[in-house]
């Protein structure tokens, strides 16, 4: 008989779960959520966690649980997935355009609290014109560039032109600025990382004035990452931060924010060991991203992957051979970045004192459009 | 209300479908899958396209039709996805180990004709055990390292030791040689290609003779890539050929094998033309994978992909500054690399002249165990 993927019951030790395996260890991940939005209970700067990083309901409303104010979204397709797990406030920080998606988007809009950026007043006209034949209305941000040079129009009076022109829209409401930093989320030192945060922000601040004195003030200004959230959550003009891989942290964001443990890892199997000093296991690019660097092997100090192809990783020990380390046996891997790394997967194993508690659907996988 | 994903209906403009979408042209797709069985129509070698390109049973049941004498998967859970879908011969390219994996490996092997590569003996034991408490019996492909360093045992004897090894468990029985020249598909120049490839088979040739010398012919030997299927398709030893990107194709294996033309793109959207010269498209990693390079924007050759985010891409344009490309248009790109790329989604939206015709699924997308 062909069997069907098989799903391993509560009470299952870890090393028992078939690989490559997505492992959230529940007591750190709690505590990752217990730090972040320990910091922002009295302040009055709002988190509003990406859900990018973990693209999974259970995740976002334990933040919203926590404290969080809402969610982040990149994509349309993502936002109906939290909507319908009963997500009630939701940003879509990117542009939203073409009939397909904006249909969804103003559709989308008459069921949650919805805010949406935008860099261009044609988008406005295809959104007000949705929104019009869906009976609803929608809330906008201008999304301002800092320096990423990504999306987003120049600081100033572009952002007040587009704030006019929002307003022209009988049912669509300017609500602030997104303004991301994300050029600047991964400078290791702290003193140059808030020095140049703190530069980046005086056009906005002076954005924010310019909108305030037009009687366009911005309700919100929203912005900030896992790297940053300490400056952004207190730097003035923000008052809403997105960050979102503080919840499953990995390699690459846990050398900027030791305070945050890696929740996240993969669990893996070794497959042959064919010269010693050589592991290859059967995590490769179908299980692990690497675009910040080779992913790195947990409790192994001297052990280092040094290649992923499509279904292998290449594990070498240099003078230390670990003759321990045998096919059959079980790794597990450090991702370098946690957000694409769960989108290779469809479920996170949710584990406590080294046994499965539960199993998390990545219910928003794969939504790109 | 909130809606669900959208499916477009056949005879729907290529344009106007929702983006990021991964687009198959069939015209060009028939064509490719017509000139490599055609290579293999008079040849004593079979093709056996690895599946992995595609990770869809409407692909490899149109491979099969056309000649190929079954397919390669990567995994277990791949292999269960083709076989579901009437595959009726599979070789798993990989070594399968650890309980789950192994008892579904046994229980498939007693639906379709399976094979399996091993480097190892206690891997051995464990398959047979497993096939021995589901009534089955599997066929072994005793894996050999031409100088990939990733899996394998050396040429020779460990191969032959290997051979003897299987020969003793009365439910497997020694059916070849698995030896992919991996690390020499990609070589740039056609004559180095084939010497070097010549030269890595030779340790396979005596391996083989070795076996015919103790009595246990290598009934198959597989390997080989899009990249040297004209040299692993008429070289001695090998009689069946693994590759796969020939179907789909991508811009790093056209510049090894243009008599396959790019069956696969990615139809993206602008979203947004910050300055003059740049364009920001909503397909970033999660819609186009990166390991062999940044895609190509494909006809606008002044215009360079140069930076993928999550969501985004960025596209440079140098001098010509294309002012008819505005936000709302659509883009289209050219992969780097096919298979990664499918593995990022659940359709294919499947085109001839300028309209849809068909959504296959990829149905084995993400089956990494």
Redesign the interface.
Known sequence: ??????IPTPGTPVN?L????LLLDLDIFEANIERMSGFFREKTCRLRPHA?THKCPQVALRQISAGACGITC??V?EA?VF??AGVQDILIA??V?????V??LA??A??VNLMVAI??E??LN?ISQACKLAGTSLRILVEV?LGM?????EPGQPVLNLARKICSFSNLTFSGIQAYE?HLVFIKDPEERAEKVKQAFIPLVETAALLEKHGLPASIVSGGGTGTYDLTGVLPPYNEVQAGSYVFMDSTNYQIRPEFRPSLSVLS?I????VPG?L?I??G???L???FGLPTPIDLPNAKLTR?????G?IEMGDDDMPHLR??EKIRILPSHC??TT????VLYVIRDERLVDIWEIAAR?C??
């Open positions: 008989m062909i069997q069907s993927r098989m028992d078939d690989t490559p395996a990018k990149a994509k397709s109906e909507a319908r990117n542009q355009t073409g009939q397909p998606k249909n969804r559709a989308l008459g069921e860099d261009r044609a988008n295809e560039d040079q990504r999306c987003g129009v994300g199997t497959l042959s060991r064919p050589r290859i059967d995590a690019m179908k299980a991203t690497h675009e992923l192809s499509e279904e292998h290449r096919p059959g957000c694409t989108n290779l997967y469809d794969g790109n459009q």
